[in-house]
């Protein structure tokens, strides 16, 4: 049975840093799409950043290209989100997602794995 935790929220100051992490268990992740998105109240799931497992591809939504980054650890089957230079808008619950027949990596109906959330706060 497929595993996705989530840990690393919390609240954080405008311009600070946190880091996520998204342990996976259950399978072989190795071709899998491994995909952070976030959501607010009232609004739809949206893309932050993704990781091709095997080949390290990475990819993000054009708000946080340079502030955040993905990576892998292949030996703990962990993914990471680094956030950097944080702001208010960048407050939401994170999910952690895994798919493996991905046709558009930001689309989160190819994803079919979910972690269960962690909040990110930031105050401004």
């Known amino acids: 049975q497929v595993q996705l935790v989530e840990t690393g929220g919390g609240l954080v100051q405008a311009g600070g840093s946190l880091r996520l992490s998204c342990a996976a268990s259950?399978?072989?992740?190795?071709?899998?799409?491994m995909g952070w998105f976030r959501q607010t109240p009232g609004k739809e799931r949206e893309f932050v950043a993704s990781i091709k497992w095997d080949t390290g591809n990475t990819y993000y939504t054009d708000s946080v290209k340079g502030r955040f980054t993905i990576s892998r650890d292949n030996a703990k089957i962990t993914v990471y989100l680094q956030m950097n230079s944080l702001k208010p808008e960048d407050t939401a619950v994170y999910y952690c997602a895994a798919g493996y027949i991905v046709s558009y990596y930001s689309n989160p109906n190819d994803y079919g794995y979910w972690g269960q959330g962690t909040q990110v706060t930031v105050s401004s």
């Open positions: 259950g399978r072989t992740f190795t071709r899998y799409h």
